[in-house]
Every structure is written in structure tokens, then in C-alpha cells.
């Protein structure tokens, strides 16, 4: 939940560097000379390790919490974070809602998270504390691509959810995770997403012990599937769609917190005057912004973070340019999420007004 109490508090900032090497210098270089305890986020099982690896090379106490480690060893793991016994956790997921207010003095992202709503609640915990808590991602370009290959890896076809459908249907008697994954012969990854769209369905039911069972008063199985199949879509569509939010987040040239808070519903006035591009120079952060008054006919017809109005899609807010020639506008819409509009098709076809 966003407080009016939480938004002054933690600095937002963005390193922009390029490729993965120069990232994890950087962030180490920042773990290294700064204040602790703090929480570093990654992608995948492997950033963390290599991250925990790098500082430990520095006598910084570090630890990897991800999905690949058994329950109890992530639990010991956030036990000795809280405890002072480390001074950094490296994680994959959302850990910090689980430490008390007031811990942590930065929360630095080695990747994209995968929304900006992620990424508020990953920082939120930071948010609380000393006014010297920092929100640093560290960005490159590449990292758009490795996020976007994430959220297209939860694809999963008709035929895979048919199949775990199936065996659970045709079994005698409830089956344990292990055996369903023998009989379908599916990764664990797309048996466990398979899983939670049938019980969504009232296909599938998850007995006290873990066992799974066809649901007592189950619908057609075929037509169950097809549901579940078209609403695995829909999540998998939604996920690739937020990623675009969260590459422009990285890529503003005006104040990140009026942008964050936009985006999650909290109207906010710029500057914030706490984040890295309030901070620069007031010449260079008028060099980077469109002119408010510019002309329709010139390249940026409409300043970021203004309102507007589309004929189709309603009501909307202006959060990028890109494209050769900064030739596409981009607008997060109230009603229809992030759109990458032509410009050259805006002006034609009078797409876009300014709101009144």
C-alpha cells in the first residue's frame, strides 16, 4: 500500500551501463562503499549466485535466497539476514514484505523486475526506513530482452494442460507430484503452471498432503481445458505487456517517482526533488525533456507525462518517445495499459488530443 508517509522517504535512482559485466562491478562497487544491510533482486538462480560469489570475493557477508533452494535453507537464509548475521541477501521473489520496517538502507536491482508494480513491492520495504534508504536499478538495454524471454518461457500449450487433465482424470487413486510428472512426462516448471490453471477451472483438487485428485463435482473436461489454456494466455499476453512499463521506467528523462506513482494510481507532483533526475541540473533536465510548447508538427507532439486522449483507447498518460528519429510515442492508458503509437499515424489519422 502506498502511504502519503512512504513516497518522500527512499531516493529512486537508475545506473545505466553496458552489459552484464560493468552491472555487477558497479553494484558490487556500491555494496562495497556503502551502508548496510540491504537487499539485492535478480532474475534468475544464477545472477544470484555469481552476485553472492563477487561479494563474498570483498569479505561481504552474503547469501543467495531463490526458488532452486529447498524451503528450509531459503528460511535459514532470511533468519540470518534478520538476525545481522549477513549483510546482504541476494534473492529471486519477493522476500522484503517479510522484515521488519526500518532494516534496510538501499535495495539495489541487479535486473528488470517484472512489472513496475513488482518493483514497487520490492522496495517498499526500504521505503520505510531513514531517508537515506536508495532504490537503485542497474540497467542495460540487453536486459529488456532477457525479461521479455522470461515472460514468453511461461508459455504453455493446450495439449500440455490436456495432458496433466488427463492423468489426474484416468488415475485410480491420487497422485503425488513426482508420479504425475512420470505419467505427463512435463518439466517441473510447466506442470506446476499447468496445475494452477486447472484448479482455477475446478478441474483439479489439492488434497491436505499434497496429492492431487480430479474435483469431486467436475465440469466437462474438454471444455475446462480450453478455458484453462485461453486464461493461461491471457496471464502469459499480460505478462509480455509489462515489461514495456518497466523499460521506460528505466529509460525516463523526467522524475521516476511521479512516473511510478502514475502508474500504480497515486497522482504525484514533479520534481520529487529524490530521485536521481530531480537531482541533476535543472539546464540538463531541460535538455532531455520536450518542450511543453512545442508545435504539434515538431517531433514530440505532446510532453511526457502529460494527459491525453485517444479515440479508441481513452484517456492516457504520456510516458516516452522512441524509435529512430524518436518516431514512436509511447502511452500508458488508464483503461488499455502501455501502447507504442506512430507518430506518422497519430498526426494522420488525429489519434491523440491533449486532455483538458
Known amino acids: 500500500m502506498l502511504g502519503s508517509d512512504l513516497r518522500p522517504r527512499i531516493w529512486l535512482g537508475v545506473e545505466r551501463l ?67 548475521a549477513l549483510d546482504v541477501m541476494v534473492v529471486v521473489g519477493d522476500v522484503a ?65 490436456d495432458r496433466v487433465a488427463q492423468a489426474i482424470a484416468e488415475a485410480d487413486e491420487p497422485l503425488k507430484l513426482k508420479q504425475l510428472k512420470g505419467r505427463t512426462g512435463l518439466s517441473q516448471a510447466k506442470l506446476t503452471r499447468a496445475l494452477a490453471r486447472l484448479e482455477e477451472v475446478s478441474l483439479v483438487e489439492t488434497l491436505p498432503g499434497g496429492e492431487l485428485v480430479a474435483a469431486d463435482s467436475a465440469p466437462n473436461l474438454s471444455e475446462a481445458v480450453e478455458v484453462a489454456a485461453r486464461s493461461h494466455e491471457r496471464r502469459r ?11 521506460l521506467y528505466a529509460e525516463l528523462a523526467s522524475c521516476r517517482r511521479a512516473f511510478l506513482l502514475a502508474h500504480l494510481g497515486h497522482a504525484s507532483e514533479a520534481p520529487c526533488n529524490n530521485c536521481d533526475v530531480c537531482d541533476s541540473p535543472i539546464d540538463a533536465r531541460k535538455s532531455a525533456r520536450p518542450d511543453p510548447h512545442r508545435h504539434f508538427e515538431r517531433p514530440d507532439p505532446f510532453p511526457i507525462e ?16 522512441e524509435g529512430d528519429g524518436r518516431s514512436t510515442v509511447v502511452v500508458q492508458f488508464d483503461a488499455h495499459g502501455s501502447r507504442r503509437l506512430s507518430l506518422e499515424v497519430v498526426r494522420r489519422e488525429q489519434l491523440l488530443e491533449a486532455a483538458g
Not at 27 to 43: C, E, F, K, Q, S
Not at 128 to 155: H, N, T
Not at 237 to 247: I, K, L, S, Y
Request: glycine letters at 8%.
Open 97 to 161: 514484505a517479510e522484515l521488519e520496517p526500518g532494516e534496510l538502507a538501499f535495495v539495489y536491482h541487479y535486473d528488470l523486475s517484472h512489472s513496475l508494480d513488482a518493483y514497487w513491492a520490492e522496495i517498499e520495504g526500504a521505503s520505510r526506513a531513514s531517508e537515506s534508504s536508495r532504490a537503485v536499478l542497474f540497467y542495460s538495454p540487453e536486459d529488456v530482452g532477457i525479461r521479455r524471454f522470461l515472460a514468453e518461457s511461461g508459455k504453455l500449450d493446450r495439449e500440455d494442460i
Open 306 to 321: 502529460s494527459r491525453v486522449l485517444h479515440k479508441t483507447w481513452g484517456a492516457g498518460t504520456v510516458a516516452g518517445y
Open 237 to 247: 499476453e499480460a505478462d509480455q505487456g509489462r515489461v514495456e512499463p518497466m523499460r
Open 18 to 84: 553496458a552489459g552484464e559485466r560493468a552491472k555487477r562491478v558497479a553494484l558490487v562497487d556500491r555494496v562495497a562503499n556503502g551502508p548496510r544491510p540491504g537487499i539485492v533482486y535478480a532474475a534468475t538462480s544464477r545472477h544470484c549466485e555469481e552476485l553472492v560469489l563477487a561479494l563474498a570475493a570483498l569479505r561481504i557477508r552474503a547469501a543467495a535466497c531463490h526458488g532452486e533452494l529447498k524451503k528450509d535453507a531459503r528460511s535459514m537464509v532470511r533468519m540470518a539476514f534478520v538476525s545481522g
